[in-house]
């Protein structure tokens, strides 16, 4: 067994929030027996003893960056058959693969999805080339908005492709299941109930919007990128992808692509102005505005989204000690984002 696996694996299941996910994923957190699993993986599959553990990191999916001995480089990501099906999987690495043979800068499939370990599994290609970069750069955003027309774009296509589901935007209840192990909304409610208010009105305004849908990435933030010479040169998670409307991706988008814990940066949260900038870029890449009415989706879109984060927030701090910065902080007013 590669020793800076274990040692890794070991060093990094010392933190609780890392135990609890993994536990999620793969049923276990000892870390000599997440090891050998992953070890038998790759030399039943790859036919190679692993050289090097390069890095892994644990949130919706368990990812492990590897060396092989024959020098291979490769990424394997573990999900929870609880948060992804199989045919789902498959479906968005169809595109993911199809993308990257277009191009565009996403990783190539090695293996396609499997069940394994009570997961489901699948390796890619490490795709690092470039650099991890602050979106607060006017240069990152504009190539960050015009990398998420370019992908739109070319996944439209797949629109029907089978398995593909729909956003979390769109549930029969306010809220669907929380994206990992660590947010319980439902334990968690109590003085959260005025997140829910405003994340109500704006899941009306998306619920009546009708429009043809398309294919978004779904966490089109910066910490899912890298970057040579302001442009994008590396994409992650394709996991995110879903069906839906396109002014609600880049709402979506608009709130979250300041996101990265990567490199040092000011403040995640999107002021209104930046929110404006982002939008004013993806409508500058798409070649025409956006309409008033499609204007007040992307509105919602953004809006619903904050008071996601606000739960996931008040779920691991309901006493607001850490409010400061905070998506909650900015969800006292919506009215500066355009939001009535």
């Known amino acids: 067994m ?7 694996l070991t060093a990094g299941l010392v933190e609780s929030g890392n135990r609890q996910l993994v536990q999620s994923i ?15 993986f790759c030399q039943a599959h790859c036919h190679q003893q692993i050289a090097a553990c390069e890095f892994w990191e644990v949130s919706v999916s ?3 960056g590897l060396r092989l001995e024959n020098a291979q480089r490769i990424v394997l990501k573990f999900r929870s058959c609880n948060n992804i099906t199989l045919e789902t999987l498959q479906a968005v690495c169809r595109i993911q693969q199809a993308l990257a ?6 990783a190539r499939l090695v293996l396609w999805p499997r069940p394994y370990a009570n997961s489901l599994v699948s390796i890619e290609q490490m795709l690092d080339q470039g650099e991890n970069r602050d979106a607060h750069d006017p240069l990152i955003r504009e190539a ?3 990398g998420l027309v370019q992908q739109i774009q070319l996944a439209q296509p797949f629109v029907y492709q089978a398995g593909l589901p729909r956003s979390r935007f769109h549930p029969t209840q306010l809220w669907e299941k929380p994206h990992n192990a660590l947010f319980d909304f439902e334990r968690t409610r109590r003085g959260a109930e005025w997140i829910d208010q405003i994340a109500s009105r704006a899941q009306a305004i998306l619920q009546a919007y009708e429009a043809p849908l398309q294919i978004g990435h779904m966490d089109w933030s910066v910490k899912n990128m890298r970057f040579q010479q302001s442009q994008i040169s590396a994409v992650y998670d394709w996991d995110s992808l879903r069906l839906e409307h396109e002014p609600v991706i880049v709402g979506n988008a608009a709130k979250g692509f300041l996101v990265t814990w990567y490199v040092e940066t000011g403040t995640m949260v999107p002021t209104p102005e930046e929110v404006n900038q982002f939008v004013r870029d993806y409508e500058t890449a798409r070649d025409w505005p956006f309409t008033d009415v499609e204007r007040k989706v992307v509105t919602a879109a953004l809006i619903y989204s904050m008071a996601y984060t606000a739960r996931c927030e008040h779920a691991l701090d309901s006493t607001g000690k850490k409010l400061d910065g905070s998506f909650r902080a900015a969800l006292r007013n919506v009215s500066a984002y355009g939001f009535g």
């Open 62 to 64: 368990l990812t492990v």
């Open 2 to 8: 590669d020793t800076s696996l274990l040692a890794q």
């Open 144 to 146: 960050m908005a015009g």
């Open 26 to 40: 793969l049923g276990t957190t000892n870390p000599r027996k997440i090891a050998q699993l992953i070890q038998n």
């Open 101 to 106: 043979e277009q191009g565009f800068p996403a």
